[in-house]
């Protein structure tokens, strides 16, 4: 499989949805992306996802990377190696899924319905196999769990909660970090109080890298940010990442905490002929909550020759 996968294939093998073309955006060994920590195990994180609005727990000693599949999360071992040039690999890696895939449905009969007469169908064409479905409830949401096997062996589980968007959890099977992941789901709006105040502030200091706007940022950021830099710093290395600035900026959501949040950036160049593809770079924003605001913390942004280096076989 290349690494481009049309809309079709995905809503068939991923079964995570998504409204456009989707690529794999890196091949090779898989990065964390949220904390950049490669030796040590790492802390439960607990992360939130601004489009589709939840957010759920990835246990101590897994990984979150929401930038190879642009709007999706896999969460994978941190010391698992995962090759991304194909959805299978995703799985028989034990990566989990996750994705909010449209608008809510707005009534348990119309999520039933589609659950039924759609997705299902879907899962068992795409699979080669047979699904059961189970409906339920998770703090007052209707939720389904579809269980696909093959020769009588289960080769996917998805579990779907009908919240602001349907949000699904997809695996190999149902595995104990699955199972982690399904019960810590929740709607990020209604637990975290901050959740519009974090998105507001990622999206204003993404548009300030974007226009270049350093004396902006630099204003704007906490003193332990101030301490550690400088503006001629920053001035440096927004002048490096000019030609990653140039491209787009796009923020899935990021890593929570108290008062820190973490979000990688992915920057895209769109192809400029046919049979291109997009390019791609990552970088990250952190952000700390200093008197009653939320202000850059970190900034990390990709040099001049990253897209060469990011695309590379």
């Known amino acids: 499989m290349g690494n481009k996968v049309s809309l079709f294939v995905i809503v068939l093998l991923l079964l995570v949805i998504v409204g456009g073309t989707f690529y794999f955006w890196r091949k090779g060994a898989f990065k964390n992306l949220i904390n950049g920590k490669t030796s040590e195990e ?18 101590a000693g897994y990984s979150v990377d929401d930038t190879t599949i642009p709007g999706a999360q896999l969460i994978v071992a941190q010391n ?6 194909s959805v299978d690999q995703i799985y028989s890696k034990g990566a989990i899924a996750i994705q909010a895939f449209s608008p809510a449905l707005s009534d348990q009969d119309s999520f039933k319905n589609y659950i039924n007469n759609v997705l299902k169908g879907s899962i068992e064409t795409s699979l080669k196999g047979k699904s059961e479905v189970a409906f339920g409830q998770k703090d007052g949401y209707t939720t389904a769990i579809i269980k696909t ?75 332990e ?48 002929k046919s049979g291109e593809q997009p390019k791609n770079a990552v970088g990250s924003l952190s952000l700390q909550k200093e008197d009653g605001q939320w202000k850059v913390g970190g900034i990390t942004l990709p040099s001049n020759d990253a897209f060469g280096s990011a695309t590379e076989e």
């Open 80 to 85: 698992e190696k995962l090759q991304v040039d």
């Open 149 to 223: 096997s093959v020769s009588k062996k289960l080769v996917r589980v998805q579990f779907i909660v009908n919240t602001v968007k349907p949000v699904i959890v997809a695996s190999a099977d149902e595995n104990s970090t699955y199972k982690a992941i399904v019960e810590s789901l929740d709607v990020a709006s209604k637990k975290y109080a901050e959740f519009a105040n974090i998105q507001n502030a990622v999206m204003t200091y993404s548009s300030l890298l974007k226009n270049r706007m350093p004396d902006d940022i630099y204003r704007l950021s906490s003193t």
């Open 42 to 59: 790492t802390a439960p994180q607990t992360y939130v996802n601004f489009g589709g609005d939840y957010s759920f727990l990835a246990p």
């Open 225 to 272: 940010f101030k301490g550690q830099s400088s503006l001629d710093k920053l001035k440096e290395s927004i002048s490096q990442a000019s030609v990653a600035l140039d491209a787009n900026i796009s923020v899935s959501g990021g890593v929570i905490g108290d008062d820190k949040f973490t979000a990688p950036l992915l920057f895209t160049k769109p192809a400029t």
